[in-house]
């Protein structure tokens, strides 16, 4: 009898142990972090970038200088911490959130205008022209997906 027991447990204790590995898995999947190097401001990713990554994307497009880099990277700092407040303030509305984003990334990028060359300015707002070029395709096609 007790043979005939132990045939039957073993299954069922098998498939316990693969719910624990699959649920382990599924947590530190979805608990790592998001990869850093997400190319030259691609997409959704802007968002995500940290301000050591953002600092360092720009410090290779645009070749800035180690003062430059000092000078922007309180400002990416600022911003970022800013914009993750903002992120988690459930008090504003979504509309009043947008716009008070908008505010701040507009501040922000005044800042770091003020920073570049006019030479570096003209290519980052060509990068970021790019970038919005490539958001608007990305958006169009992901609602051509749920149609």
Do not use: C, Y
């Amino acid at each position: 009898m007790s043979r005939k027991f132990s045939i039957a447990v073993l299954p069922l204790a098998f498939a316990a142990g693969l719910l624990v590995v699959g649920q382990t898995t599924t947590h530190a999947l979805q608990t790592a972090p998001p990869a850093e190097d997400h190319g030259a401001m691609s997409g959704h990713a802007m968002g995500r970038m940290t301000p050591e990554s953002r600092l360092k994307m720009l410090t290779e497009k645009l070749d800035l200088t180690e003062d430059q880099q000092a000078k922007l990277k309180p400002i990416l700092e600022d911003e970022s911490t800013q914009m993750k407040t903002l992120h988690e303030d459930t008090s504003l509305a979504p509309e009043d959130k947008k716009a008070k984003m908008k505010e701040l990334h507009e501040s922000s990028t005044e800042k770091i205008n003020a920073v570049l060359t006019p030479d570096q300015q003209s290519k980052w707002k060509q990068m970021k022209q790019e970038m919005m070029e490539k958001h608007k395709e990305m958006k169009g096609q992901g609602q051509a997906d749920h149609q």
